[in-house]
Nanobody
Framework: QVQLVESGGGLVQAGGSLRLSCAAS????????IDWYRQVPGKQRELVAA???????NYADSVKGRFTISKDNANNTVYLQMNSLKPEDTAVYYC?????????????WGQGTQVTVSS
């Protein structure tokens, strides 16, 4: 079982930056993908950014050019650097890990961290 612990959320003014961290209990090579989702009340959780075990990244159109996902393999940590933040980026951000073993799929979620961007 993979445990994920997020940190780094908070309150920031529009145009500011935050860096979220997701510390995993296992090596990032043991999971296929680690990604960040966000959710606002009344809406579905949406994918923000993803990084595979091989380092391939993917971003939602709404954050391309502003957010960067990266990982530190030595510390089993994935980061989400968020720049040029907008009020519409306000949400609870969740770290998620997808692990495939013997044709089975396992999904793990962190507890979430609140990001609030004031205008």
């Amino acid at each position: 079982q993979v445990q994920l612990v997020e940190s780094g959320g908070g309150l920031v003014q529009a145009g500011g930056s935050l860096r979220l961290s997701c510390a995993a209990s296992e090596s990032s090579f043991s999971v296929n993908v680690i990604d960040w989702y966000r959710q606002v009340p009344g809406k579905q959780r949406e994918l923000v950014a993803a990084i595979t075990s091989g380092g391939i990244t993917n971003y939602a159109d709404s954050v391309k050019g502003r957010f960067t996902i990266s990982k530190d393999n030595a510390n089993n940590t994935v980061y989400l650097q968020m720049n040029s933040l907008k009020p519409e980026d306000t949400a609870v951000y969740y770290c998620h890990a997808l692990q495939r073993k013997l044709l089975l799929r396992y999904d793990y979620w962190g507890q979430g961290t609140q990001v609030t961007v004031s205008s």
